[in-house]
């Protein structure tokens, strides 16, 4: 687990402001080549702040990420900030990295978002093609002109192949938001998945699911990370998908980690179950 | 399929409309009412369908147009006015610094890249901030630029407030026409390739945009310099249609016009932009001219009718529009042959369970 060459994704002493919201608060993590590792916790517990600032969306207040070795986002608490930061890990960083959430996407690592961002406008076929538009050679005049006809046939074909594989190439030149809500989502896998990633984000992806489709969705997600090589983060509430796809799990509340480990150990938490786990089984 | 037999049916129209155009230059008088919304049509087209690439494809909001169609218009004047001429046109500044000229065609593509490069200059600072600077920037460029055309101290190059003429001009409806085509069928190709998929996605949502890997900064700035390149070509073009040129004439008035005709057409559609432009010429040049003159019915004056009540009767058509049909003659979609076939056909269809 410590062996830092492994890790695809390392986060260390991310703490996210907003004012005087700690969203994020010292949040250490890693996940590691091939793994399937859950992010959950309450509401506002600071998931999803936790992706913004992985993708670059956010610029944390404080702290390092890390994909494969390479440091993509890094801040230290300046000005208002540094007078409202109040963690002792404020010195560990020094300068300044701050990628944009392209240049992070060019990397590999690609997302999914909890409040589904497809583009309205476009089909569902255009919205997986655009997700190939990075990887294009081709410059405005050669595109112009038709000159990229090989690159554009092959994305095509990717874009469908890739619909097969979420079951949506029966609807491709239907616009993406008439589809239903599950639908939608994998829409969103698929679109993820054009740009080529070695570690996916999933935000709760089975958000609006039943158990039926939430169960094939668990398929899904395995059968996607082995066929690409995958390494997965996903942040979920649906409790028997977590078991069931999870290799670790980290468990936020109020913005600090209060657990993590196995699917086990972390249904054995007593800090865990009264937190977050208790609460659920009550709702 | 249908797409091919859509594009079959667009190069046929095309072809008709290169025949009409023929016939027309040959039958119809030069300066008659009918070439002047013909002409103001095709070149304001091109405007329009270039500033739809910005606020209807790429999302982002521009008031610039006059600005740049300035600049098209001035650069391709001077540099096309023939170095014999100049004495007479610069009388004021010892006929101007530049002592050659290019032909045409090569001052027709500078009248574009001078555009673009002044954009791309604003654009660098510009672009990096939320979407509504760009239309308070750009508004204020073009009033800057159309204050230091008429600045004496560049009088050697622009002339000064006085007007620029003797530069290559057209008379046939046939060449703003063939212009027009040429650089509409740019612009659909560009919307239609995958740059052109990414402006859509940024105007759809820019930051699912961005998290699929597109440089917002990088493509915001191509979209906004090619539409200035053909705003820019407009502009040319308008100058050679006047055959006098003056940047006094180039208020955000002209601007806002074409923002009206971009609406009306539809954000989004190009041939909603084209034919919104033919229509809005049309209204104002010609179907509402009557209302100008004053009318007796017998020894009664019909009340209302003078000078400048085309305007007001114009103003609320367009004020009607706006207000009721907001998204456009054509909303974001195009005209087309299934386009057509399904509106008939939904029609015939309802027509039929009607009976
Ligand atoms: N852009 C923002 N500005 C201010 N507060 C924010 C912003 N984004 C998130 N927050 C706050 O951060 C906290 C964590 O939100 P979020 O990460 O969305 O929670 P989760 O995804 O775990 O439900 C919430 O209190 C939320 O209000
Ligand atoms: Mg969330």
Same mark, same amino acid.
């Given at each position: 687990m410590s062996d830092t060459n492994a890790n695809v994704l390392r986060l260390e002493h991310v703490t996210m402001q907003f004012g005087g919201v700690v969203?994020?608060?010292d949040f250490s993590m890693e996940v590691n080549q091939g793994e399937i590792v859950a992010l959950i916790g309450p509401n506002g517990a600071g998931k999803t702040t936790a992706f913004n600032v992985i993708t670059g969306v956010y610029e944390p207040t404080n702290g390092t990420v890390y994909f494969n070795g390479e440091a993509i986002v890094e801040n230290y608490p300046k000005g208002k900030m540094k007078k409202l930061y109040l963690g002792d890990?404020?010195?560990i960083c020094d300068k300044v990295i701050s990628k944009t959430p392209d240049k992070i996407t060019n990397l590999g690592i690609a997302r999914t978002f909890q409040n589904i961002r497809l583009?309205? %406008?476009?089909?569902v076929f255009e919205n997986v093609l655009i997700a190939r538009h990075m990887r294009s050679k081709a410059n405005f005049m050669s595109a112009t002109f038709r000159l990229n006809l090989q690159e554009e046939a092959e994305n095509r074909e990717k874009t469908l192949e890739l619909l097969k594989l979420v079951g949506l190439d029966g609807m %491709?030149?239907?616009?993406?938001?008439?589809?239903?809500y599950g639908k939608q989502r994998r829409l969103e896998i698929a679109r993820a998945l054009a740009t080529e990633p070695t570690l996916l984000l999933l935000d709760?992806?089975?958000?609006?699911?039943n158990p039926q489709e939430t169960l094939e969705l668990a398929h899904f997600i395995r059968e996607i990370k082995d066929r690409f090589n995958l390494t997965v983060f996903v942040i979920e509430h649906h409790m028997d998908l977590v078991m069931e796809i999870s290799d670790r799990i980290y468990v936020l509340d109020f913005g600090r980690m209060i657990a993590s480990g196995t699917p086990e150990e972390i249904q054995n938490n007593q800090h865990v179950i009264d937190a977050y786990l208790g609460v659920q089984e009550d709702e | 399929m249908t797409n091919k037999r859509d594009s079959i049916f667009a190069a046929v129209l095309l072809a008709a409309a290169f025949i009409l155009v023929a016939v027309l230059d040959r039958v119809l008088?030069?300066?008659g009412i009918i070439m002047t919304v013909l002409k103001k049509g095709c070149i304001y087209s091109l405007v329009a369908v270039s500033m739809n690439l910005l606020n209807? +494809?790429?999302g982002l909001f521009s008031l610039g147009q006059a600005g740049f169609m300035l600049i098209g218009g001035y650069t391709y004047a001077i540099l096309t006015i023939p170095p014999a001429d100049r004495a007479s046109v610069y009388q004021y500044f010892d006929g101007?610094?530049?002592q050659f000229a290019i032909p045409f065609w090569a001052g027709l593509i500078a009248a574009g890249l001078v555009a673009a490069f002044l954009a791309w200059l604003i654009g660098?600072?510009?672009?990096?901030?939320?979407?509504d600077y760009l239309a308070i920037a750009t508004l204020g460029f073009a009033e800057i630029m159309r204050a230091i055309f008429q600045w004496d101290k560049l009088g050697p190059l622009t002339n000064g407030s006085n007007m620029l003429r003797k530069y290559p001009s057209f008379s046939s409806l046939m060449f703003p026409f063939a212009v027009a085509v040429i650089c509409i069928a740019l612009i659909v190709l560009l919307i239609n390739s995958t740059y052109g998929r990414a402006f859509k996605a940024i105007r759809d949502d820019e930051v699912a945009a961005e998290a699929m890997g597109i440089n917002l900064a990088h493509h915001k700035r191509m979209s906004f310099c090619i539409s200035c390149f053909f705003a820019g070509i407009g502009g040319a073009l308008l100058a050679m249609y006047q055959t006098t040129i003056q940047?006094?004439? +180039?208020?955000s008035n002209m601007t806002y016009e074409i923002l009206l005709i971009v609406v009306i057409g539809g954000l989004g559609s190009v041939t909603g932009s084209v034919l919104a432009t033919f229509l809005f010429y049309a209204a104002s040049e010609?179907?509402?001219?009557?209302?100008?003159s004053p009318l007796m019915i017998g020894s009664f004056q019909v009340p209302?009718?003078?000078?400048?009540f085309r305007k007001v009767v114009f103003s609320i058509v367009i004020m009607l529009i706006v207000l009721?049909?907001?998204?456009?003659?054509m909303g974001d979609r195009e005209l087309s042959l299934s386009g057509l076939m399904k509106l008939f056909g939904r029609k015939g269809k309802e027509a039929s369970a009607n009976e």
């Open positions: 969203a994020v608060s890990s404020s010195t583009f309205k %406008k476009m089909t %491709k030149d239907d616009l993406a938001t008439s589809l239903p709760e992806p089975a958000a609006g699911m | 008088p030069a300066t209807g +494809f790429t101007g610094i530049v660098l600072p510009v672009l990096r901030l939320k979407s940047a006094m004439a +180039f208020k010609w179907w509402l001219r009557f209302l100008d209302l009718l003078r000078s400048g009721f049909a907001r998204k456009g003659i």
